[in-house]
Structure formats: structure tokens, C-alpha cells
């Protein structure tokens, strides 16, 4: 029996525990800094601006979690990945990808997005944190994040082959004054 199986019985529970128990985690840590200021003697802040910068701060706190639980493996908690396993840097670069319609759906098709256990939403704000925390300088003036509707739109219709996709956006991208971190997976077949 392979350790996946192993660990969830088959059953598929893992992602749904593993989902619950990120969101009990989130509430308890932001249950405990509420507390811990009540407890210091800060007053408690107006409820309309301030209820909606934590509820900023907690998704970005969900995504970086989900980011580490789902893609920290390959492209590290900092992001650089590993070049020479093919796997691409997202810093100072990454960004640029949302310059090009094409772009931006290739970051929701590609094989680890597309295929990661998280939710639309959650890939939405996944993607939106990644961009702003790795590669915020390459990003278009006006960028629209991404939500849960255009990624369930783009997400079903994964690639065959990646690699064709990223070197003919790499080329449009580098005609524009964009240049993307290399990427050496499927290197024989670089233009």
C-alpha cells in the first residue's frame, strides 16, 4: 500500500480534514490576537474598516498556508524554486505573465495550479498572494486579481503539453521588455 492510501484510508478524507483543519487553525489564531489585545488593554477598533483589514490579513494568512501546504514542495516557501529541476522562480518574474490574457490563464491552467486539491476561491487568492508577495514590480497598473468564477471558467481546460504554451508566452513576454526566470523542464525543446 503506497503512503497516500495509507493515510486516508482511500476514503479521500485527507483534503477535506486537511481543509477544515487550516480554517479551525485560522480561526483559533485570530481568535487568540483578539484576545491577547482585549487582554493588554487596547480598546477594540470601529467594526467597518478595521473588520475588513483583518478579514484582508486572515486570507492573506489562508493563502500563504495554502501556498505552503500546496506549492512550497517545488517552488519554495521563498519562492526561487529550482532551476535546475526545471522548476521556475516566481520572484521578480512570475508577474509579468499577467501582462497577456494568455498569460494570466496560463498561471490557472498550469499542471500545479490546475491540478492542486484547492479550490477556485482558493487558488484565486493563492494566485493573487503569490503575485503581490514574489513579483509585485511586474504586475500591469490596474491589476485585476483573480477570483473563484475565472478560475473555475479557465481551470477545466488544462494543458497537454505546458511547455510549448510557456515558451511561445515567454517570447511574446521577452518582445514586450519582460524577462522570466528560466525554465529548463522540456529544454530540448526550447525555440
Known amino acids: 500500500m503506497n503512503g497516500a492510501a495509507g493515510r486516508d484510508g482511500g476514503t479521500g478524507r485527507r ?21 491577547r489585545g482585549a487582554a493588554a488593554g ?4 470601529a467594526a467597518g474598516a478595521s473588520r475588513a483589514a483583518a478579514g484582508a490579513d486572515t486570507l492573506r494568512q489562508v493563502a500563504r498556508a495554502d501556498y505552503v501546504l500546496q506549492c512550497a ?3 519554495r516557501v521563498d519562492g526561487r524554486g529550482s532551476t535546475p529541476h526545471g522548476i521556475p522562480d516566481f520572484r521578480n518574474s512570475v508577474g509579468a505573465f499577467t501582462q497577456l490574457p494568455a498569460g494570466r490563464e496560463y498561471l490557472i491552467r498550469v499542471p500545479g495550479a490546475a491540478f492542486s486539491q484547492l479550490d477556485d476561491a482558493e487558488l484565486a487568492n493563492v494566485l493573487n498572494w503569490l503575485l503581490r508577495t514574489f513579483s509585485p514590480a511586474q504586475l500591469p497598473a490596474g491589476f485585476q486579481p483573480y477570483t473563484g468564477s475565472e478560475v473555475a471558467a479557465a481551470r477545466p481546460r488544462r494543458y497537454d503539453d505546458v511547455v510549448p504554451v510557456r515558451h511561445g508566452l515567454a517570447r511574446e513576454l521577452a518582445a514586450r521588455g519582460f524577462a522570466l526566470s528560466d525554465y529548463s523542464y522540456g529544454s530540448a525543446r526550447k525555440p
Do not use: K
Open 15 to 35: 483534503r477535506a480534514g486537511g481543509a477544515a483543519a487550516l480554517a479551525c487553525a485560522a480561526a483559533i489564531v485570530a481568535g487568540l490576537g483578539m484576545a
Open 42 to 45: 487596547d480598546t477594540v477598533p
Open 73 to 75: 514542495g517545488c517552488h
